[in-house]
């Protein structure tokens, strides 16, 4: 039995366009353990969703895995056929997407929907699979689950329909949980109930959660350890806590920096990154993220650094793409602010 | 004319007021039917008023759909409101004949929220940014391209760029455009709406920082409306909350803050996430529910039937809102 419920190692993913190849993932390496909830964090376009819909298999018959495997439960997602994965999605693994107004198909019920899964992957009668789907309605917290099951899409609100979403991913009791951006397109104060209904369920099911965000505040409140990617690869990893407090990355760095606080002075200045992402057709030559950083050198133009683990690091387990030595990185700490607990 | 008179009375009066909203109320009717008959009115914004002086910034935060962007849209006069007055510079908008107030238009100003659909994608920056100098005659020809390349140096893009088209641009970038279309009539209120939600995060900081530094330039005065309360939290020197298409809360932004009064306000600061995880233990408070529609609202305090701290006296009589400096709509506020 492995030690970890997913092991993503030097995973890179292509898509074949027009105008060649365009890898938009590549080399992104990282464990999870059940129960363990991991937070990708990066800008648009950074490979973030990529990475987790090669997971799922989900790309489109343009997007091919071309390098690397993508180890659950010790079996090779990259290389098993399409019959075999599809016992596995939606039921070992399952998603919720970032837009719940388009992620329902419109033209069929709630409870349709709901049922479908679940009598595909547990093989119940149209009447259990039924009263599963009520059940299953109502641990996420929604009212009224009967007459709701016979409701199409349209009549719910956008945090009503996330609850179907996620009590649809959860119905089969997965083992690793995919949120892409779960909460971006709600309000705050739905945003906060169902980042409380995902802590629940983290603790009921003992779920892996793979959590997928721009938002630094989501991470902060959910996850346990951090990816940081940029331009189609990772460039710091560690625990949510030696991420926050002493990252290493100028680009994290920019990127905690830039987030205005609401517990945080209003007369600073909010730290920047300039410029912006670089296109995959058009990616720099030696560190992707020099064109933007304040302190490319001449190496950084040139070779492109690894993912390497920080030296002096307790935990062992702080990794970050740059090539600036542990010294350098500690005396250049612009956006750093001072984090009071 | 007016414009004459108009600036006479903000040099007289210097700390009144640039703009006053009093009672401000936008429904728009529901129809049914072959006869369209209207059924009912959606209230968007329901009796809001506030004021906002010289040279700071006021934030609008509040849930989608409370009215925040309604509020924005209609001090721009971008739609008539249904009642209400919003006084600009001690002068009734209502009164003015739409050519009049086309002149008024040169001082209010907006920015929108998406800087993908806010552009005509047929036309080049150039000519986008010239329009507005052109249709209002405040240039000599011969000057606007002068004026355009400058504008174009203040929000950070180089000159070069006036022949392209907004395609060719990140959002970020369009966003600096959005920005440099509403400052090239030397305005004097900017109606920011949303102006960065739209971005990535270390883009957001970017802009945020560019309207700062603008303002300090050119003695603007904001109205920046966001649900990010962050963002909202690092421009505004006031902020107002808004629920179901009124003012609950409006207070100096660190006593909203530090001490929110409304059940509402201080729910709403508790659910954003903090980007710091040594504070993911803090108790929340969530909110249960949706909003309500604002076709149907509650009876009595409109946000009686999320609140956690509801008496039978939220649920018949309205509160109205009180108090000088921090003043809250709530019937039993928070100390």
């Known amino acids: 039995m492995a030690k970890y419920l997913l092991e993503v190692d030097k995973l890179q993913t292509v898509f074949k366009t027009g105008k060649g190849e365009v890898t938009s993932v590549e080399e992104v390496s990282f464990q999870l353990k059940p129960g363990q909830t991991i937070g990708i964090v990066g800008e648009s376009g950074c490979g973030k969703s990529v990475t987790s819909l090669s997971i799922m298999r989900l790309l489109g018959k343009h997007g091919i895995v071309k390098k690397g495997s993508i180890l659950f439960n010790g079996l090779d997602l990259t290389k098993i056929s399409e019959s075999e994965m599809r016992n596995i999605r939606g039921n070992e693994i399952s998603m919720i997407f970032q837009e719940p107004m388009t992620s329902l198909n ?59 979403m996620i009590a649809m991913a959860l119905s089969c009791n997965p083992k690793l949980l995919i949120a892409d951006e779960p909460t971006t397109a709600l309000d705050v104060t739905i945003q906060a109930q169902i980042l409380e209904l995902m802590k629940n369920i ?51 760095k920019g990127l905690i920096g830039s987030i205005p606080h609401i517990d945080y002075d209003a007369e600073e200045r909010l730290v920047s990154i300039p410029g912006a992402v670089p296109s995959f057709q058009n990616m720099p030559t030696g560190c992707r993220f020099h064109t933007r950083c304040e302190f490319a050198m001449e190496r950084c133009l040139q070779q492109q650094p690894d993912l390497i683990p920080v030296p002096n690091d307790e935990l062992d387990d702080h990794k970050v793409r740059c090539w600036l030595g542990e010294e350098e990185l500690a005396a250049t700490q612009p956006g750093n602010r001072e984090v009071t607990v | 004319m007016i414009l004459e008179s108009l600036k006479e009375t903000t040099i007289s009066t210097e700390s009144s007021p640039i703009l006053q909203v009093r009672n401000l109320k936008q429904h728009y009717p529901i ?196 649900h990010g309360l962050g963002a909202v939290k690092y421009i505004s020197d006031r902020i107002a909350v808004m629920y179901l298409g009124n003012i609950v809360e409006i207070a100096k932004t660190e006593d909203i803050f530090k001490n929110p009064k409304h059940p509402y306000s201080s729910a709403l600061l508790s659910a954003y996430p903090v980007p710091n995880p040594h504070l993911r233990n803090k108790e929340k408070i969530v909110l249960q529910g949706d909003v309500p529609s604002p076709a149907n609202p509650p009876s009595g305090c409109k946000f009686h039937t999320r609140c956690p701290f509801v008496q039978s006296k939220c649920r018949e009589e309205v509160p109205v809102l009180k108090g000088i400096d921090h003043s809250v709509a709530c019937h039993f506020p928070l100390s």
Request: hydrophobic letters at 40%.
């Open chain 2, 31 to 226: 129809t049914k039917g072959i006869l369209s008959r209207t059924v009912g009115h959606v209230k968007a914004v329901d009796g809001i008023s506030f004021d906002i002086f010289p040279g700071e910034t006021l934030g609008l935060v509040g849930e989608s759909g409370c009215g925040k962007s309604t509020t924005g849209r209609a001090i721009v006069q971008l739609e008539k409101p249904t009642e209400g007055e919003i006084i600009f510079e001690g002068k009734n908008l209502a009164d003015f004949s739409s050519r009049e107030m086309r002149k008024i238009r040169t001082d209010l100003q907006i920015i929108f929220q998406d800087p993908y659909s806010s552009l005509n994608p047929r036309k080049r920056i150039g000519d986008l940014l010239s329009e507005p100098l052109l249709f209002h005659k405040l240039v000599e020809p011969f000057e606007v391209k002068k004026k355009v390349d400058d504008i174009l140096e203040v929000v950070g893009l180089p000159r070069a760029y006036v022949g392209r088209y907004p395609h060719e641009f990140s959002g970020g970038q369009r966003q600096r455009i959005g920005i440099a279309r509403a400052l090239i009539l030397n305005p004097k209120l900017i109606v920011c709406d949303e102006p960065v939600s739209a971005l990535d995060v270390s883009i957001q900081a970017q802009v945020l920082n560019l309207l700062k530094d603008l303002q300090k330039e050119f003695q603007l005065t904001f109205l920046f409306i966001g």
């Open chain 1, 202 to 252: 983290r603790t009921k099911f003992n779920t892996a959660i793979m959590i997928i965000t721009h938002d630094l505040g989501v991470v902060a409140e959910m996850a346990d350890r951090i990816i940081v990617m940029y331009a189609g690869q990772v460039v710091e990893e560690a625990n949510v806590f030696t991420l926050f407090d002493n990252p290493k990355h100028p680009y994290t």
């Open chain 1, 106 to 164: 419109p033209v069929f019920t709630i409870g349709n929907q709901m049922m479908e899964g679940i009598r595909l992957h547990m093989k119940l009668s149209k009447k259990e699979a039924r009263k599963y789907s009520i059940e299953m309605l109502n641990s996420v917290g929604i009212p009224r689950p009967e007459a709701i099951m016979d409701e199409f899409p349209h009549s719910l609100s956008g945090g009503m329909r996330q609850r179907v």
